[in-house]
């Protein structure tokens, strides 16, 4: 998918498994962390360091719409695992890997499948230029 020169849209935020778009997402936030340790050395009133943690990213999204095909082949939000959400903005695209849920909240209309928030977390963020 190439940049249109557009805002980005839902149809620019969405989830990937096995590399098949299965849903779209109206918005995104996400949270980073990266814990870190002090480094103390015996005999010193401070520490003489500190070493980094792993990345950690928490990200909610809000109105998450299955696609056709999705839906078609029975998806279950439920038992998706190791997924990637793709955030595509106008100089780069943004996909974070590896992604579990860890908090649902659902609502649907007759025909269709929805979820209103989702929580998850994502083992990798990669960023890649148009």
Same mark, same amino acid.
């Given at each position: 998918?190439?940049?249109?020169? /557009?805002?980005?849209?839902?149809? $620019? !935020?969405?989830?990937?498994? $096995?590399?098949?778009?299965?849903?779209?997402?109206?918005?995104?936030?996400?949270?980073? #962390?990266?814990?870190?340790?002090?480094?103390?050395?015996?005999?010193?009133? =401070?520490?003489? #360091?500190t070493i980094r943690g792993a990345s950690q990213y928490t990200l909610e999204l809000t109105r998450l719409y299955a696609t056709d095909s999705a839906i078609r082949d029975g998806i279950s939000f439920y038992n998706l695992s190791d997924f990637s959400l793709v955030?595509?903005?106008? $100089?780069?695209?943004? !996909?974070?890997?590896?992604?579990?849920?860890?908090?649902?909240?659902?609502?649907?209309?007759?025909?269709?499948? #929805?979820? =209103? /928030?989702?929580? !998850?977390?994502?083992? +990798? +963020? !990669?960023? #890649?230029?148009?």
């Amino acid at each position: 998918m190439a940049y249109t020169g /557009k805002l980005p849209t839902s149809a $620019d !935020i969405w989830l990937e498994a $096995d590399g098949v778009k299965v849903a779209v997402v109206q918005s995104y936030h996400v949270t980073a #962390a990266r814990p870190s340790r002090a480094v103390e050395a015996f005999g010193q009133a =401070e520490p003489v #360091a500190t070493i980094r943690g792993a990345s950690q990213y928490t990200l909610e999204l809000t109105r998450l719409y299955a696609t056709d095909s999705a839906i078609r082949d029975g998806i279950s939000f439920y038992n998706l695992s190791d997924f990637s959400l793709v955030v595509c903005k106008p $100089d780069r695209r943004v !996909i974070y890997s590896g992604c579990q849920w860890s908090r649902l909240e659902e609502s649907a209309e007759v025909g269709g499948m #929805a979820l =209103e /928030k989702v929580q !998850i977390t994502a083992a +990798r +963020r !990669i960023e #890649a230029a148009w």
